[in-house]
Structures are given as C-alpha cells and as structure tokens.
C-alpha cells in the first residue's frame, strides 16, 4: 500500500513536471515570438528613417524641385517604323540652370511615339546633351503624350541623367531622376523644361 502511494505521488510530480516544462516552452515561444516582433518592427522604422533620411525631404514623399533646364528647338525628321509607331529627332539649345553661371548647351534626341487605344501617345527616348569644352551628358526617358485643340503634341514623362565624365558643369546631373515636359507645335518648333524629382 505505502509503495502504490509513493508511485501515485511520484507520478503526479512527473506530471505536474511535464505541466510546468510545457508551459515554460510555450511562454518562451510567446516571448521569444514578440520580441522578434518588435525588432521587426525597430528595423523597419530604421529602414523607413534611414529612407526618409536619403529621400532629402524626410517625410517619404516624393516632390518636384527646381528647374534644371529649359530649351528651345525644332524636329528633324520622323520616320514610321513597324506599325504606328513614330521615330522622331530634334535638336535644341539649352540653357541648364546651375544657381551660379547658367550653361548654354545643345542637345539632340530621338524618342518613339505609339498610339494607343485611349488616344495618348507612349513613348521613350534617348539623347545627347554637349556643354562647355564638350561636355557630354546622356539621358533616357519615357513619356506619354496628348494632343491639344491647337494640333500641339504635350509630353510628360521622366528621365535619367549620365554623366560621361565626373567632373565638369554638367556632371550634378549625374543619376539625377527628372521629370520634364516637351512640347512640340503644329511648325515641328520644340519647348523642352526639366525639374529635378527629389
């Protein structure tokens, strides 16, 4: 009889044993789960201040800053290439704005027009920019475009800057995003004006 209750008490303990490391192992999975929670969370308030921080503005949002460059010219030719779509080239004199001594600087480019059903036009471009002691800085774009009752053809878009060359007048352009407006006139005339995406 005394042995039947010492292994009823003995088994009990390991019971209440096996209650207590069960418990333990969940509560410091529960722990273990919130802590990783909340240094998920640290982490991605740092990488939302650390993004805020390199955005310039420090509230995420995205804005348009100065103007970089305006530009007067004119189309040089078009050509249809498969289907609707338009090849266009123009050349333009530019004046970049630096802030201290504004550059005079020429510019060619080509860029693709195609229709689409909505009645705008999409396009994508590629040009060439020559500055001071030939200077060369290149740029990419992609736009769309709409006509205007005056038969003007508007394009908005953005664009990308490279520069050739790390230093020089036109070498802050470098990696700069922009986002610009082309006009071109029922006269083939162009209006070219570029502000800095920040």
Do not use: C
């Amino acid at each position: 009889m005394r042995l039947l209750v010492v292994w009823i008490s003995m088994k009990s303990i390991n019971i209440v044993l096996l209650i207590l490391i069960v418990t333990s192992i969940s509560v410091g999975s529960l722990v273990y789960a919130d802590n990783l929670y909340v240094r998920a969370q640290e982490t991605g308030n740092s990488v939302i201040s650390s993004f805020n921080a390199t955005n310039g503005n420090g509230n995420g949002n995205v804005t348009i800053g100065n103007l970089i460059y305006e530009g007067r010219g004119e189309i040089n030719s078009q050509t249809v290439l498969q289907g609707p779509t338009v090849q266009t080239s123009f050349s333009s004199n530019d004046t970049v704005i630096t802030g201290i001594n504004n550059q005079t600087v020429t510019e060619i480019g080509t860029y693709t027009s195609t229709p689409k059903a909505n009645g705008v036009l999409y396009g994508e471009g590629k040009g060439v920019m020559t500055g001071p002691d030939n200077e060369i800085l290149t740029w990419t774009s992609q736009q769309i475009g709409t006509m205007t009752p005056q038969g003007k053809i508007v394009f908005h878009g953005s664009m990308f800057f490279n520069a050739l060359s790390p230093v020089g007048s036109l070498s802050f352009l470098d990696n700069m995003p922009a986002v610009f407006t082309f006009e071109v006139d029922a006269s083939k005339n162009t209006v070219t004006k570029v502000w800095e995406l920040r």
